[in-house]
């Protein structure tokens, strides 16, 4: 059963960099697609970057360019390193695993298994 725990969070100001981490216990990353999800207060949660099994990722368009998905296969983390920030990237951050054989590393939330609990971003 894999088990992620999110880290790096915390309150910046417009203009600034976060980088988000995963760090991933239970089984190796490499066998799962990976991804970024955030929900801000009333809103739906959104895919925002991803991994498939090949390393292949995918991005949101609100964040294309500015945020960067990577990972350390060793080290089973997942990165989220986020550049340009604005007052509309606050949201809960939440990294979560698909263990699907094929799974396609999309950015739609309810292909993902297991999610942590996610990291509080506050753009001011």
């Known amino acids: 059963h894999v088990q992620l725990v999110e880290s790096g969070g915390g309150s910046v100001q417009a203009g600034g960099s976060l980088r988000l981490s995963c760090i991933v216990s239970g089984d190796s990353i490499s066998r799962y697609c990976m991804g970024w999800f955030r929900q801000a207060p009333g809103k739906e949660r959104e895919g925002i970057a991803s991994?498939?099994?090949?390393?292949?990722?995918r991005y949101a368009d609100s964040v294309k360019g500015d945020f960067t998905i990577s990972k350390d296969n060793a080290a089973n983390i997942l990165y989220l390193l986020m550049n340009s920030l604005k007052p509309e990237d606050t949201a809960m951050y939440y990294c979560a695993a698909d263990r699907a054989q094929y799974c396609s590393g999309g950015l739609r939330s309810w292909e993902y298994d297991y999610r942590g609990r996610g990291t509080q971003v506050t753009v001011s």
């Open positions: 991994f498939d099994k090949y390393g292949n990722t």
